[in-house]
T-cell receptor, first 112, second 114 residues
Framework: KQEVTQIPAALSVPEGENLVLNCSFT??????LQWFRQDPGKGLTSLLL?????REQTSGRLNASLDKSSGRSTLYIAASQPGDSATYLC???????????FGSGTRLLVRP | ETGVTQTPRHLVMGMTNKKSLKCEQH?????MYWYKQSAKKPLELMFV???????ENNSVPSRFSPECPNSSHLFLHLHTLQPEDSALYLC?????????????FGPGTRLTVT
């Protein structure tokens, strides 16, 4: 059974700092891995989706990497801003299922 | 309206009440999903519908009853809930059910059971 873990559960950084959020998964047979952002009380917004054949994806200040062999993905946020404050969720999809398996998320606070 | 919408956004109900959550997607998708997000727990998939047919029922108690009258609308009927059912209920849709199809999420309904 796939399990997805995100560390740390919460992170507080000063504005302008570069930061890394971690996601690990137990079953390396994944089809893709997706990073989402969730603002308080809101739904999920997809940030980046990495296919299993890819090593990384970039969108603006965000860069997500995927290492299937070690069961890890990271989300790198460059030059963080207070508007980046949110909960970041990663979710993996196994190569035999349409189901998304979510981690518990990392709650990020960027202090002005 | 665009994307995936959910109503109501907030709901407080007693354990003996009956209420319904509504989800509507304006994306022309054929698959719709209900998820539950409890405090400090990962999102849990509850139900999946493809072309109005239920294809997944993830061991959800019968006090939750889904309904999909057409591919654009999805309901979650609630009755005799428990306080531990308090959570954020998220609806999502995708073009089809399958590996390649990205899911798009609604804003959620925050449910409190008193």
């Amino acid at each position: 059974k796939q399990e997805v873990t995100q560390i740390p559960a919460a992170l507080s950084v000063p504005e302008g700092e570069n930061l890394v959020l971690n996601c690990s998964f137990t079953d390396s047979a994944i089809y893709n891995l997706q990073w989402f952002r969730q603002d308080p009380g809101k739904g999920l917004t997809s940030l980046l989706l990495i296919q299993s054949s890819q090593r990384e994806q970039t969108s603006g200040r965000l860069n997500a990497s995927l290492d299937k062999s070690s069961g890890r993905s990271t989300l790198y946020i460059a030059a963080s801003q207070p508007g980046d404050s949110a909960t970041y969720l990663c979710a993996s999809r196994k190569d035999s299922s349409y189901k998304l398996i979510f981690g518990s998320g990392t709650r990020l606070l960027v202090r002005p | 309206e665009t994307g995936v919408t959910q109503t109501p956004r907030h709901l407080v109900m007693g354990m003996t009440n009956k209420k319904s959550l509504k989800c509507e997607q304006h994306l022309g998708h054929n698959a719709m999903y209900w998820y539950k997000q409890s405090a400090k727990k990962p999102l849990e998939l509850m139900f999946v519908y493809s072309l109005e047919e239920r294809v997944e029922n993830n061991s959800v108690p019968s006090r939750f009853s889904p309904e999909c009258p057409n591919s654009s609308h999805l309901f979650l009927h609630l009755h005799t809930l428990q306080p531990e059912d308090s959570a954020l209920y998220l609806c999502a849709s995708s073009l089809q059910v399958g590996l390649s199809y990205e899911q798009y999420f609604g804003p959620g309904t925050r449910l409190t059971v008193t």
